[in-house]
């Protein structure tokens, strides 16, 4: 084969943009792993990126999709991590291995700044990939690289979740509710707020203690607060940003921490320096996290045996498809595209 099918943003702004094309199979140069991507998954910031609302700079006519697995069909000169026949997956920053997030990652972001997963083939510097358990199917590890890592990490910083915390997530999204399958293999109590009596459910069904149905108890923060005996809990992951952050910050106990990862509702919001202030907050963004942060954690879900929780999949010719189920808000889990 000389060829593969990929996919491009070559106009963003609107579906559209998202272009099928046949592109000659790039060869490993130096240090440099061809691999065959059997799965792809989205976030909501493929769709901000498509709608041009992302907000940093991206290549242009890029290959999106941060997020995928594969199979190593062919590896360069001085390759070491990897060999031929290997199950990988691809981290979401290229050459961030350890450490804290430095400026001059901001260039490697995988399927914005650098070619991603939507395409048959994809050519990565061996720094960014990671081995996948062997319990884990190319489907399921696909939803892993940035929703994931971003849950695993997020719950970690500042301080490492402990047994007996609690911690509030936002929504059944991926980091949502890899957040609570994490809590819940450490012992932490998870609290949820949702739009709906169905997803609701669903999060009780998955280990949620309560949720809370944002669309009918609008003043969400105070039940969160009852909840938590009146304190405010450990840790909240705030995924909507404008419309969420304030009362975040109303839920979380003196001394906790915001882990700030999406944007979902907005880039504003208003966070009232007093509210920091006055209830000693740590607020920290997420940048989703490195490759060791996401070795780490595929170490924890094998132990565990934790699976990703997936929300449809949907066949190569259909990912406009994956792009509507995404944006319509209705998912629960992950949407994934099926390249095998």
């Given at each position: 084969m000389t060829q593969r099918k990929v996919v491009r943003v070559t106009n963003k702004g609107d579906q559209e943009a998202l272009k099928l094309h046949q592109d000659t199979l790039p060869s490993p140069e130096s240090y440099e792993v061809l691999v065959r991507i059997k799965a792809a998954s989205l976030n909501y910031r493929d769709i901000a990126l498509l709608e041009g609302n992302y907000p940093a700079s991206t290549k242009p006519n890029v290959v999106p999709l941060s997020d995928g697995a594969g199979e190593v069909v062919a590896v360069g000169k001085d390759v070491a991590r990897v060999k031929v026949g290997d199950r990988v997956a691809v981290s979401c920053t290229m050459h961030w291995v350890g450490g804290p997030y430095m400026s001059e990652y901001q260039a490697q972001s995988v399927g914005f700044r650098i070619d991603g997963m939507l395409a048959e083939y994809g050519l990565f510097h061996e720094n960014a990939l990671v081995h996948l358990p062997a319990y884990l199917s190319y489907i399921e590890a696909a939803s892993l690289p940035c929703a994931a890592v971003t849950a695993w990490t997020s719950l970690n910083m500042a301080t490492p979740l402990q047994p007996g915390q609690t911690i509030l997530i936002q929504g059944t999204g991926g980091v949502s509710l890899f957040a609570l399958q994490f809590a819940k293999i450490v012992g932490a109590r998870v609290?949820?707020?949702?739009?709906?009596?169905?997803?609701?459910?669903?999060?009780?069904?998955?280990?949620?203690?309560?949720?809370?149905?944002?669309?009918?108890?609008?003043?969400?923060?105070?039940?969160?607060?009852?909840?938590?005996?009146?304190?405010?809990?450990?840790?909240?992951l705030d995924i909507a940003g404008e419309k969420t952050i304030v009362k975040s910050a109303a839920s979380t106990r003196i001394g906790g921490v915001i882990s700030l990862i999406g944007f979902a509702s907005g880039f504003g919001g208003g966070l009232p320096p007093i509210?920091?202030?006055?209830?000693?907050?740590?607020?920290?963004?997420?940048?989703?996290?490195?490759?060791?942060?996401?070795?780490?954690?595929?170490?924890?879900?094998?132990?565990?045996?934790?699976?990703p929780i997936i929300d449809r999949v949907y066949p190569f010719a259909e990912y406009n498809e994956g792009y509507k189920r995404i944006k319509s808000g209705n998912h629960i889990g992950k949407v994934v595209i099926d390249l095998a």
């Amino acid at each position: 084969m000389t060829q593969r099918k990929v996919v491009r943003v070559t106009n963003k702004g609107d579906q559209e943009a998202l272009k099928l094309h046949q592109d000659t199979l790039p060869s490993p140069e130096s240090y440099e792993v061809l691999v065959r991507i059997k799965a792809a998954s989205l976030n909501y910031r493929d769709i901000a990126l498509l709608e041009g609302n992302y907000p940093a700079s991206t290549k242009p006519n890029v290959v999106p999709l941060s997020d995928g697995a594969g199979e190593v069909v062919a590896v360069g000169k001085d390759v070491a991590r990897v060999k031929v026949g290997d199950r990988v997956a691809v981290s979401c920053t290229m050459h961030w291995v350890g450490g804290p997030y430095m400026s001059e990652y901001q260039a490697q972001s995988v399927g914005f700044r650098i070619d991603g997963m939507l395409a048959e083939y994809g050519l990565f510097h061996e720094n960014a990939l990671v081995h996948l358990p062997a319990y884990l199917s190319y489907i399921e590890a696909a939803s892993l690289p940035c929703a994931a890592v971003t849950a695993w990490t997020s719950l970690n910083m500042a301080t490492p979740l402990q047994p007996g915390q609690t911690i509030l997530i936002q929504g059944t999204g991926g980091v949502s509710l890899f957040a609570l399958q994490f809590a819940k293999i450490v012992g932490a109590r998870v609290f949820a707020i949702t739009s709906s009596d169905e997803k609701a459910e669903t999060l009780r069904k998955l280990g949620a203690e309560s949720v809370v149905n944002y669309s009918t108890h609008p003043e969400w923060d105070r039940e969160i607060l009852a909840l938590a005996d009146g304190k405010g809990v450990d840790k909240v992951l705030d995924i909507a940003g404008e419309k969420t952050i304030v009362k975040s910050a109303a839920s979380t106990r003196i001394g906790g921490v915001i882990s700030l990862i999406g944007f979902a509702s907005g880039f504003g919001g208003g966070l009232p320096p007093i509210d920091i202030l006055s209830r000693s907050l740590t607020v920290m963004g997420s940048t989703i996290g490195s490759r060791t942060n996401f070795e780490d954690m595929l170490r924890a879900m094998a132990v565990h045996h934790v699976r990703p929780i997936i929300d449809r999949v949907y066949p190569f010719a259909e990912y406009n498809e994956g792009y509507k189920r995404i944006k319509s808000g209705n998912h629960i889990g992950k949407v994934v595209i099926d390249l095998a």
